[in-house]
T-cell receptor, first 113, second 117 residues
Framework: GDSVTQMEGPVTLSEEAFLTINCTYT??????LFWYVQYPGEGLQLLLK?????DKGSNKGFEATYRKETTSFHLEKGSVQVSDSAVYFC????????????FGAGTRLFVKA | GAVVSQHPSWVICKSGTSVKIECRSL??????MFWYRQFPKQSLMLMAT?????????EQGVEKDKFLINHASLTLSTLTVTSAHPEDSSFYIC?????????????FGPGTRLTVL
């Protein structure tokens, strides 16, 4: 079945450092890919998405490119802020799966001032 | 944007009682709603897919008699945890899929934290 694998955390960075959180997936069809963010004590928020190969999703300085050849969707940000501290989930959804969302394990990010 | 609400946002109940959680799409019609549970510091695990007017489809390992799902209208799905026990304590999250807006458009509710004493 479909699955998502993302790098284990926690990831601890200093403010203004470069962030990469790796994500790879396996899917039977052509999924849409997502990054969700969950801030402490809050619900899940969609951060960005990409629906086809080579698409780049971006939002709030975060970017991720849908790489079909490497089945990856790595999340990057050039300069993190303390307010970016949260848990980040990579996820996929596809029609053959009834559009249910499959989540990765989540990566906790701590950004120090 | 589209909003999904959940009620209650948190609930504490005694072991053996049943708890109902509501998931509503506030400004759109959702033909499909999904229910997830999230244990502390873990990922979201899909419990079931709920389609309006039909029986829910449960994921492997999820007890359908324990987690009753009803999707009576295009804006409301309910999850009832029957005879709750402490191991059912978790964060329950629903999402709603918008038909026709795009194959990948889903909106998540804020979640319901259930604590069973």
């Amino acid at each position: 079945g479909d699955s998502v694998t993302q790098m284990e955390g926690p990831v601890t960075l200093s403010e203004e450092a470069f962030l990469t959180i790796n994500c790879t997936y396996t899917a039977t069809g052509y999924p849409s890919l997502f990054w969700y963010v969950q801030y402490p004590g809050e619900g899940l928020q969609l951060l960005l998405k990409a629906t086809k190969a080579d698409d780049k999703g971006s939002n709030k300085g975060f970017e991720a490119t849908y790489r079909k050849e490497t089945t990856s969707f790595h999340l990057e940000k050039g300069s993190v802020q303390v307010s970016d501290s949260a848990v980040y989930f990579c996820a996929l959804s596809e029609a053959t799966g009834g559009f249910k969302t499959i989540f990765g394990a989540g990566t906790r990010l701590f950004v120090k001032a | 944007g589209a909003v999904v609400s959940q009620h209650p946002s948190w609930v504490i109940c005694k072991s053996g009682t049943s708890v109902k959680i509501e998931c509503r799409s506030l400004d759109f019609q959702a033909t499909t709603m999904f229910w997830y549970r999230q244990f502390p510091k873990q990922s979201l695990m899909l419990m079931a897919t709920s389609n309006e007017g039909s029986k829910a489809t449960y994921e492997q390992g999820v007890e359908k008699d324990k987690f009753l799902i009803n999707h009576a209208s295009l804006t409301l799905s309910t999850l009832t945890v029957t005879s709750a026990h402490p191991e059912d304590s978790s964060f329950y999250i629903c999402s709603a899929r918008v038909e026709g807006v795009g194959p990948d458009t889903q909106y998540f509710g804020p979640g319901t934290r259930l604590t069973v004493l």
